[in-house]
């Protein structure tokens, strides 16, 4: 994009970053009726009537010149079929500025959520969506000054997007704040590069390579919990545990020794703090950091930028070691032929350097390397940071677990076997049902790369609906470039799908359920995972898109089965040898707090005392 007319579409968009407008300045015609749900000034609009003309200057509503300015060629939507513009992105803009300040009718159906938005930046922006669907549904609009997001809290929704028309909607706005930080890795990349990576790296995940995994999982669980050994008073074992899941993945993906857990390390950091840069450019409207000169003038980018050198000198260094030893092979070989049990390097990295027929380019393992760095790292540390967080207030249900671990390791050591890890049922429902309370992530986010028509949603029947939304179904036509949030906090945290749903209770995934009042959700059959081959946890297909902490449909993270087995290996290591209790700035559950990069973190750490445990 040129800087100038960069510069156009930043000042354009700043003229509007602010929560929309009070009703005052509203234009009276345009609101059919208007409902305070809750007292607190937060609005829901109902627009009616076509519009159509800009106002003159003291005239409330839009500029004399806006027709104008939307007949310049930069600002034309693109064709059906073809590849998203700047124009398409723009035409949401100006439908989103016309149905707020100019008296047009919604584009898109969807209720608008509108008020105060200031809450949805502090680092809890899930929170803040989860409250909205309480009031507005399960399918509605909020916008950011300009810049919306069709937000969607319902299951039969995500499965649409997710798996049904999954080719009609792309990584969009997630594929551009992520391209500085993951390039072309399996996340954000087209979806030509992610056919050809996907089909080279899900090879490497094969059964010989995940045994011997779990053994390194096991070893780095003993680091852990001998050094614990050692450590007085409060520990923060949220850092604890992001270091145990650094010290993994750089084992295993690309044979690195970080040994974070026995020091501190900035790597740690600089992927927390790459995450948070993330969040921050997609709730952004205009993509400042891409200004010539931002990346050295403001200070979070300077800081950005030093992160990500870190990070990028730690993987150049892995790949061009990989390279100097490469051995091609072809994939069966690779699967079948390898010792990995003995092998010194049988790191990820290792595979695919050594596959025959996949071969990348330095800089496409560098964006596949950084991908698996950050996103697995992140969603192992938290999940078990949450699930000791609840453990600790759940003390029938810790017991309950230590008698399962008792008995499955009898030695006191981590698991270090599939088997072992397989007999470990509610240790692994356990850090299921973290990743339902604690998705990581608690959003995705997607792109309509056409128009679309969602199907109908049905509107709970719930006192915190205002009246003419209440049991009416919500049709949402999709416009093209339109951006979407998947609610997956909001979903597993539905009293739609999950009785209870703010209880933590890892039994509930050994019973099924089916809610009558839910016509279009299928309900939760556990019979659809416990029996299968190599399923470890309650997926998407057994839950109907009610539980997905993986994601869903094609683009479904392909390192599930590795990050389960990582979570129990630990967990139960951890469970199995000390007691807890939370201690220090968290002394209390309520001190802990919520932030988000892109999971769902502690605001303040999870400060614990840690001592062996009293058998």
Known sequence: MAPLRLLALAATAAAFVLPAPKPSTILRSQVEDKVDAKGDGTMLYNVKGPTNTAKSDDEEGLPWW??????????????????LKLGDTMRIFKSNIEQIYGDAPSADGAPLAE??????????????????ARRFGPAYKLCFGPKSFIVLSDASLAR??????????????????????????????????????????????????????????????????????????????????????????????????????????????????????AEHRSMTPAPYWKIPGAMQLVPRQRAFTAN????????????????????????????????????ENPSLLRFLVDQRGEEATGTQLRDDLMTMLIAGHETTASA????????????????????????VLPDGKAPATREQIEALQLTRLTVAESLRMYPQPPLLIRRAVDDDSLPAARMPDSEDLSDDLRNNDVEVKMQRASDVFIAVYSIHR?????????????????????????????????????????????????????????????????????????????????????????AGKTDTPDKVGTNTGATIHTRNGLWMTVTERSK
């Not at 806006?66 to 590849?83: H, I, N, Q, V």
């Not at 000791?388 to 029938?396: I, S």
């Open 160 to 277: 649409y997007v997710l798996a049904t028309n999954n080719k009609g909607y792309n990584k969009g706005v997630l594929a551009e704040i992520l391209e500085d930080i993951m390039g072309k890795g399996l996340i954000p990349a087209d979806p030509v590069t992610w056919t050809s990576r996907r089909r080279a790296i899900v090879p490497a995940f094969h059964k010989r390579w995940l045994q011997r995994m779990i053994s390194m999982f096991a070893l780095k669980v003993d680091v852990l919990n001998d050094d614990l050994k050692t450590t007085s008073g409060p520990v923060d074992l949220e850092e604890r545990f992001g270091s145990l899941a650094l010290d993994i993945i750089g084992s295993a993906v690309f044979n690195y020794e970080f040994d974070s857990t026995l020091k501190p390390s900035k790597v740690v950091q600089a992927a927390i703090d790459t995450l948070r840069e």
């Open 494 to 582: 539905s009293p739609r799908y999950w009785p209870e749903p703010d209880k933590f209770d890892p039994h509930r995934w050994l019973k099924p359920y089916k809610n009558p009042d839910e016509p279009n959700w299928a309900g939760y059959d556990p019979d659809k995972w416990m029996g299968s081959i190599g399923t470890l946890y309650p997926t998407e297909t057994a839950t109907d898109f009610a539980f997905m902490p993986f994601g869903g449909g094609a683009r479904k993270c392909v390192g599930d089965q590795f990050a389960m087995m990582e979570a129990t290996v630990a967990l139960a290591g951890f469970l199995r040898n000390y007691d807890f209790e939370f």
């Open 66 to 83: 806006w027709d104008g300015f939307w007949a310049l060629p930069f600002t034309e939507s693109g064709k059906p079929g073809t590849e």
């Open 308 to 343: 990500m050198n870190l990070l990028n000198d730690q993987l150049n260094n892995a790949i061009a070691g990989a390279f100097e030893d490469r051995v091609e092979m072809d994939t069966e070989d690779l699967q079948e032929n390898m010792d990995y049990e003995t092998m």
């Open 115 to 132: 008020g105060d938005i200031s809450g949805l930046a502090d680092g809890t922006l899930y929170l803040g969506l989860h409250e909205y």
């Open 384 to 407: 078990l940071t949450w699930c000791v967080f609840e453990l600790a207030q759940n003390p029938g249900l810790l017991a309950e677990l230590r008698e399962e671990l008792d008995k």
